[in-house]
């Protein structure tokens, strides 16, 4: 019931859509299947209104008060529902002092309708959304309330501050005092210009009744709107939209969005977020791509929960030693972690430990996490820290077994009475000795040897 279970006039229902403040809207229309509506209102209606015999003309011109038969008896019966276009309403946009008419209903009631109403099957034409467009150009109308840029993960500010945090300093509340918009309701409002005689009913019924009416001249009860379907039709243009542009501007006011589709996930690609990222991740380029680029050769993916930043991540690498190609050169192991939908390589000083050897045997390596990781990426699962392993070739390499977190080295030592043993099978250490708070549970993972 869009206006209520007692329509009256001026009645109101909103239509909200958050996509279409992202675009430029050039025309629109809703469709609209109406649930129990009568196929003719001037029949549903026709009860509610007294009938009068108005003074005629009879056949040789002769005026005439009463009832004639003839063909030009005129017969009044004050029921102002001619048609079905008598119930109308009024379309408002938010921002626009315009209103759009339309009937509510088609020739036929019960029929599928679109608002505006087209009589003449002409197009609906408006700006009416300019005013969002210009919204867009206004940090404080814009960022806060609508799609904002530290929302975007590829953007992050590396001053230590997000952008959330630095909107609230007072200087950009001096410098952009605009009232944020309220598009909580929608941004459209569509107001019946017409009531449906909800209160004229029982007035009209209670006098029937005490006339002795019949059944036939009772009225019907008066019809309550109830939409079965509703949809919302748009057509929207843009303009050419620079997405390698490094200016500020170009990505604040850019009305369409360029996104690079990958095998684990989706991410925006535009200039300047390249450009802002170039040095803080040193990027080997700022160019926007048509499609994903991937280097010759295969890659590994470590998703690892509940790490923050600087913090010493070691992982023991369980491989299949000796199935590594002989005749493949031995891979130099580029590793990288994802900062902002960019991969960035650690550095030097950033891989703590390695002892795998180019992950030709089992061995412990050790990251520290730096502070331009970000964990809630869109081109990866969002809640991880991603690190990647890449080399040329994948068969110079041993195959992986296993990959255990939380991983460190043991050395043996071995009291009175101790026997020695060349191997410790794996799973026979399964608690320390001293036991330390900070570790729950430990466990041999591999075959212990004695070297």
Known sequence: MPFGPIPV???????????VLKKNIDTFSFEVDWQGAPKNFRDH???YFPQEFMLGHSPGGFPYVGIYYGPSIVINNNNPVDDNGYFTASISIK???DKIQTRLFANDGTAHIQWPFRENSAPVVTSIFSDYASLATTFNSYYPTQY???????????TGLSLNTIWQ?????????????????????IDLDKDFFHKKYPLVYATKMRDEAGEAGLPQEPYTPLIKTFSFNYTASTNLVAVDSNSFAAFNTRSIQFFSVDVFGVAEQHGYL???????LQLATTSVPLLPQYAVGGAFYIGLEKVSHGQSVSCLFQLAEGSADPETDTQEVEWSILCNNEWRRFLPEEIVLDRSNHLLRSGIIQWAIPNEAT??????GKGRCWIRARV?????VCRMVQLHTQAVRATFQPESGTPLMNVLPAGVISKLKDKLPTIKKGAAALRIFRR
């Open 95 to 97: 921002g626009k002092n």
């Open 9 to 19: 006039t001026g009645a109101s229902f909103y239509v909200g859509y958050d996509e």
């Open 375 to 380: 964990f809630d990426n869109s081109l990866m």
């Open 45 to 47: 209606y026709r009860n």
């Open 169 to 189: 300093m007072p200087v950009f509340s001096l410098l952009n005092p605009a009232k944020p918009v309220d598009t909580s309701k929608g941004f459209v409002r």
């Open 274 to 280: 390249k450009n802002s990222l170039a040095a803080p």
């Open 148 to 158: 904002s840029l530290y929302s975007n993960p590829n953007f992050f500010a590396y």
């Open 392 to 396: 040329q070739q994948p068969l110079g």
